[in-house]
């Protein structure tokens, strides 16, 4: 197998890893990217989607109120 083209073999569409087949692989249809692990594909995801914790100072951007209960209700 010496005619192996190193840009042919597949990597972690995150950390970049070589894939091969003992590693726990993830494929995003969306994305149409392989990951090396679950953990390596909800990084993407969460990166991909620019999520980030919900902070009080958004309460206001998004019309939040909190209720007395402490649910989130929007106007």
Do not use: Q
């Not at 005619?3 to 569409?13: A, T």
């Not at 993407?44 to 209720?67: A, G, N, W």
């Amino acid at each position: 197998m010496s005619n192996i083209k190193e840009e042919n073999l597949l990597h972690c569409g995150y950390c970049g890893k070589v894939l091969t087949n003992k590693t726990e692989i993830e494929y995003s249809r969306w994305l149409c990217e392989f990951y090396c692990n679950p953990d390596c594909a909800m990084s993407r995801y969460f990166e991909y989607c620019e999520s980030r914790p919900f902070e009080e100072e958004f309460y206001k951007d998004y019309s939040i109120k909190v209720l007395p209960d402490g649910r989130l209700y929007k106007e």
